[in-house]
């Protein structure tokens, strides 16, 4: 099957923006920061009143801002599938057919995990001799063969799953926390910090060992329940989700001094970025904000898929620059292999366009998908939505809101409405927080309509669904004894397996 390869933005970063062209350089060092949970709107570059991001306001300064940045999934583990194997969770499995439209991810009692026939990004770098580590939450599964370290990573140190807990009793085990192949410990909150030591050690070992690197750090803190060390404790005017934040800006900013300190700056790529949007429903203590986009995370509304982005890299990157064309975090993968010199698989789709100059101007499509159903699409500044559903009225009743104060007639619905007949379309540009749909009367409609269904109907012709991995459940599968757990004396007795379909409700 020919790739249809996913590089028409990163394209022009590499073929329009960079200040020199270095042909027989050898292969860059790749870094992709991925927040969790962090909202567009929590940088001070993006206008964040308390303005307490210095150290990524600085790198937005020194490389380039992508405001239309999209991560592939409103939920963490379908994004992260995302990132790592440049498909669509419809493709690569990481969704659930157990009902229309539901966000599903990897939780302690999940059966599945990365499916054996996906490519992870790892896996095709080490055919050109990196060294890959991830530093903090990985989530595509936490039984044995859906580790890190069976799916292309040389090294990992962090957790399979969310960092909920402490469980101090037998009916739940903890979250373990791994240091490679077996366990560190558990409880990630006192056992993850500081969130930069782990990537400054493997960064000054590949260096010295002259090994390029892939360094996926994966970091945590802004995921309900947030946390932060003691240091940045209080220090926010945002409460403890901006002590997490703070923190967070620390360590990237010592990263990138360490990237200077060591001489390679000017030979690692490095990217920043969330899994999706802020969980606006954890309220303002415990979430973030998404700027002046609808919603937040678990929603195909803008809060829950646009996400903060910048892309550095000293003497290649031009300082300063702001590129408003769409792409996604499917993008990174693809990216990636170019930057390393490795030919994309050609035994499967990937997300996007083809790459050639004439594609450098075009938008690719946003694609927004909720669990195994097409939400909306975005083709340049429109975006047309197929389906609206926030969350059930069950739910809501119960107080669970994924759009507190954002209530929109007929736009945040809390039943599933279609609207395939006459989709409900946006110009983003004027109305970004996607309050006033276009008149079906009107010629800008129809244009805009006769556009995306074009899209639309490529995407379905070229769609193949990949199985579903998040359908069952099972209390047997926990992590109730890792490997490593009887060094610490952490082993406990799992139950017998008895599986069921997983109850995703919204």
């Not at 300064?61 to 939920?75: D, I, K, Q, S, V």
């Not at 580790?147 to 399979?160: A, I, M, Q, T, V």
């Not at 056992?191 to 930069?196: R, S």
Request: hydrophobic share 35%; charged share 20%; proline share 8%.
């Amino acid at each position: 099957m020919v790739a249809l390869t996913l590089i028409t933005f990163f394209a022009a970063i590499i073929c329009c923006s960079w200040t020199k062209n270095l042909p027989n350089a050898p292969s860059p060092n790749i870094i992709i920061m991925l927040m969790d949970d962090m909202g567009w709107g929590d940088l001070g570059v993006f206008g964040q009143p308390s303005k307490e991001t210095p150290n990524l306001d600085a790198m937005a300064a020194e490389g380039m801002l992508l405001p239309n940045f999209y991560t592939a999934n409103p939920l963490c583990s379908p994004s992260r599938a995302a990132l790592l194997t440049g498909r669509l969770p419809i493709r690569n499995g990481f969704y659930t057919t157990n009902a229309r439209a539901r966000n599903a991810y990897t939780p302690q009692d999940i059966v599945g995990g990365i499916s054996k026939d996906e490519i992870l990004l790892p896996q095709l770098l080490k055919t050109k001799g990196y060294v890959s580590k991830i530093v903090g939450k990985w989530h595509l599964g936490h039984r044995p063969q859906y580790l890190p370290l069976k799916n292309g990573f040389d090294e990992w140190f962090g957790s399979p799953n969310c960092h909920f807990g402490p469980y101090n009793d037998q009916s739940i085990p903890n979250i373990p926390v791994y240091n490679n192949s077996e366990i560190k410990a558990e409880n990630l909150y006192t056992n993850l910090l500081p969130h930069d030591s782990e990537g400054l050690d493997f960064i000054l070992r590949q260096t010295k060992a002259q090994q390029p690197f892939f360094l996926y750090w994966a970091v945590d803190a802004t995921h309900a329940p947030v946390y932060a060390s003691k240091r940045f404790l209080g220090k926010s005017q945002r409460g403890r989700y901006g002590d997490a934040v703070m923190e967070l800006d620390y360590s990237i900013g010592q990263i990138l001094k360490w990237l200077r300190t060591l001489g390679i700056d000017n030979n690692t790529f490095v990217f920043f970025t969330s899994d999706n949007g802020a969980a606006v429903m954890s309220g303002p203590n415990e979430s973030g904000s998404n700027g002046p986009f609808l919603c937040g995370k678990e929603t195909t509304f803008e809060g829950g898929m646009r996400e903060p982005a910048i892309a550095w890299w000293p003497g290649h990157i031009k300082e300063g620059s702001v590129n408003f064309q769409l792409a996604n975090v499917m993008d990174l993968f693809t990216t990636s292999l170019v930057l390393a010199g490795i030919n994309p698989p050609d035994d499967r789709i990937l997300d996007g366009l083809d790459l050639t100059p004439v594609l450098l101007n075009c938008s690719q499509p946003i694609f927004y998908y909720r669990g195994n159903e097409l939400m909306a699409v975005r083709l340049g500044e429109y975006k047309a939505h197929y389906w609206t559903w926030s969350n059930s009225w069950e739910e809501f009743r119960q107080g669970i809101n994924f759009c507190p104060g954002e209530e929109v007639p007929n736009v945040t619905t809390h039943e599933q409405k279609e609207h395939t007949l006459q989709p409900l379309i946006f110009h983003l540009g004027r109305d970004p927080g996607e309050k006033f749909p276009l008149s079906v009367l009107s010629k800008e409609y129809q244009d805009a309509l006769s556009r995306i269904s074009a899209v639309v109907q490529q995407h379905k012709d070229t769609l193949v669904p990949g199985i579903p991995q998040l359908n069952m459940c099972d209390s047997a599968v926990m992590n109730w004894a890792p490997a490593g757990c009887e060094k610490l004396g952490k082993c406990l007795k799992p139950p017998e397996s008895n599986p069921w379909k997983c109850d995703w409700p919204h």
